[in-house]
């Protein structure tokens, strides 16, 4: 796939993880920014990021705004589950507490097995 053919993309590919996201939302975005030569001040950024932050956007899925797919909105299958939204919780390796133990054992045995570890996920 892509991640073995990143070595010939040289400056071509940003890779970017959720991870990166919600540890520094600011920095990370700052390096799309400059990656895709995109005009922004740091205002502009800082504006960005606040809109898109984690609380934001829960706050405005709640409230049905903006969220949108191919012209409908997205809205919950269940509104009384916190799970049934597309913001949930915004925790990192989230999904160990919705799978058994040995569930999360083979998902992370998969991730070690099948990703590429340049992308930071070995051992997780």
């Known amino acids: ?6 070595p010939m993309m040289g400056d071509d590919l940003l890779v970017i ?3 990166d996201m919600r540890a520094d939302p ?3 975005l700052q390096t799309v920014v400059a990656f895709t030569g995109t005009p922004g001040t740091p205002e502009h950024v800082e504006a960005a990021r606040e809109y898109a932050a984690y609380e934001n956007m829960k706050k405005r899925e709640a ?3 903006g969220m949108r797919a191919s012209g409908q909105r997205v809205k919950p299958g269940d509104e009384n589950n916190p799970d049934s939204f ?11 507490d919705y799978f058994t133990p040995d569930q999360v054992k083979t998902i992370d045995k998969m991730i070690e097995d099948r990703l590429d570890p340049s992308l930071g996920y070995s051992g997780v």
């Open 1 to 6: 796939g892509w991640a073995r053919a990143r």
């Open 17 to 19: 993880r959720y991870e």
């Open 26 to 28: 600011a920095s990370t």
């Open 63 to 65: 409230q049905n705004e």
């Open 86 to 96: 597309k913001v949930r919780r915004g925790k990192i390796g989230g999904y160990r």
